[in-house]
């Protein structure tokens, strides 16, 4: 049973176009992030968010945090080939400010942005 | 260096060999995390060190794997009696300290392991 259920799995888009991924559980998280990751690389951090409602904008992306702190989501703003590549979030279960350590990974949508 | 390494970025054995996989975290780093991302999926934890001591082991699929930090900064992931199963690649990720929750952790660019 995967925790976090990412959707889609698959996209892909024209440049210019806007694309939103969704990030969805039944559990609630401290706080989630999302990572991009491109072949052969590690998942580098893009975003953490924290607070149940809570929106933050880097660039032309805008992650939001659901109010009960159990789903998130990313909009992408007129996608560039430089966008491609794999979202994903993870979340962190902690609890009274203390880290289980470990991150739950979503699993993962692919992005082809074409030119 | 600046970032996560690991080494091998590469390694290809064959089914029932013994593996190891390196882990440098950034310096300063007290935790230390272990991570299996399989093909078009999202990263599997595997295990979690908190300075030299393994804080959750609860990610690892078996007895077979193992991991090891003696000095609280080099960690290697040992697996015996390799599986053509076991073939994924390998991330190791590494936060300033942990036990805080929002603490950003920064990966390595991983190891390929192929089991033929």
């Known amino acids: 049973t995967q925790l976090l259920e990412q959707s889609p799995q698959f996209l892909s888009i024209q440049e210019g176009e806007n694309l939103t991924v969704y990030c969805n559980s039944s559990?609630?998280?401290?706080?989630l992030q999302w990572y991009r990751q491109e072949p052969g690389e590690g998942p580098v951090l893009l975003v953490t968010?924290?607070?149940?409602?809570e929106v933050k904008k880097l660039k032309r992306l805008t992650f939001q945090f659901g109010d009960a702190r159990k789903d998130s989501s990313l909009h992408i703003t007129a996608a560039q080939p430089g966008d491609t590549g794999l979202y994903l979030c993870?979340?962190?279960?902690?609890?009274?400010?203390?880290?289980?350590?470990?991150?739950?990974f979503g699993q993962g949508t692919i992005l082809t942005v074409h030119p | 260096g600046a970032g996560v390494s690991q080494t091998p970025s590469n390694k290809v054995t064959e089914k029932g060999k013994y593996v190891e996989l390196r882990c440098d975290p950034i310096?300063?780093?007290?935790?230390l995390y272990w991570y299996r991302q399989s093909l078009g999926q999202g990263p599997e934890f595997l295990i979690y060190?908190?300075?030299?001591?393994?804080?959750?082991d609860s990610g690892l699929p078996n007895d077979r794997f193992f991991a090891v930090r003696p000095e609280g900064s080099v960690s290697t992931l040992k697996i015996q009696r390799t599986e053509r199963g076991d073939s994924a690649m390998y991330l190791c990720?590494?936060?300033?300290?942990?036990?805080?929750?929002?603490?950003?952790?920064?990966f390595g660019p991983g190891t390929r392991l192929t089991v033929l």
């Open positions: 990720a590494s936060s300033l300290t942990s036990g805080l929750a929002q603490d950003t952790q920064y």
């Open positions: 559990s609630v998280f401290s706080s």
């Open positions: 968010v924290v607070t149940g409602g």
């Open positions: 993870a979340g962190d279960r902690s609890a009274g400010g203390t880290s289980y350590g470990k991150l739950t």
């Open positions: 310096s300063g780093h007290t935790a």
């Open positions: 060190f908190q300075g030299t001591g393994a804080a959750d």
